[in-house]
């Protein structure tokens, strides 16, 4: 069992519709949670970070983190086409010290 | 100004060739990395660098050689290049201890081994 799952795609959504991206993971020492997205040809690019459980928000984006199901998510109001990107899971901490493990990332494509 | 910077961008090459990937990082961070994204999009890390020590070391063939000359400075350097070895190589930068370690990456370099 991989550290991190997460499911690759595509994931293809209109214009205007809320996105939810997910992970799962099994080392529950983690403690720091990431999301990247990663355009075509681009380098991955920090879009939010959260500690422990709890919520986020930044604009139109939301990251949760459920602690006891093992479970993070992102969440994309109001998609645009200029969402359209890989999006990458990341956690970091606890007994897994500073590495930061990633999952696969997940394609989404936002239709105009 | 770039963050992370890596050089080159695109590198096609011949099997059995010896080749470098340089990278800076202006960020003033303690810590670097390689990682190695693989055409199905997975990133994983190969090596990295705390203050010029190196602190991780996953399992890589020996052809794959890291050099910090500075904590502000990586490069990676592979011999006798094999097919396999056709990859994005990202280069990145931390502070160890800060916001989980988040991780700020460079824009990749496509090696293209033929």
């Known amino acids: 069992q991989k550290e991190v799952e997460q499911d690759p795609g595509p994931l293809s959504v209109p214009e205007g519709a809320i996105v939810s991206l997910n992970c799962t993971y099994s080392?529950?020492?983690?403690?720091?949670f990431m999301w990247y997205r990663q355009y075509s040809r681009k380098g991955p690019e920090l879009l939010m970070y959260t500690y422990s459980s709890g919520n986020k928000e930044d604009g139109r984006f939301t990251a949760q983190v459920d602690k006891s199901s093992k479970y993070i998510s992102l969440f994309i109001r109001d998609s645009q086409p200029s969402d359209s990107a890989t999006y990458l899971c990341?956690?970091?901490?606890?007994?897994?010290?500073?590495?930061?493990?990633f999952g696969a990332g997940t394609r989404l494509f936002v239709k105009a | 100004d770039t963050a992370v910077s890596q050089t080159p961008k695109y590198l096609v090459t011949q099997m059995g060739n010896d080749k470098s990937i340089k990278c800076e990082q202006n960020?003033?961070?303690?810590?670097m990395y390689w990682y190695k994204q693989d055409s199905k999009k997975f990133l994983k890390i190969m090596f990295s660098y705390n203050n010029k020590e190196l602190i991780i070391n996953e399992t890589v063939p020996n052809r794959f050689s890291p050099k910090s000359p500075d904590k502000a400075h990586l490069n990676l350097h592979i011999n006798s290049l094999e097919l396999g070895d056709s990859a994005v190589y990202f280069c990145?930068?931390?502070?160890?201890?800060?916001?989980?370690?988040?991780?700020?990456f460079g824009e990749g370099s496509w090696l293209t081994v033929v």
């Open positions: 990341a956690m970091s901490g606890g007994t897994g010290g500073f590495k930061t493990i």
């Open positions: 960020l003033g961070h303690d810590t």
């Open positions: 990145a930068s931390s502070q160890r201890g800060s916001a989980g370690n988040t991780i700020y």
């Open positions: 080392n529950s020492a983690f403690q720091y």
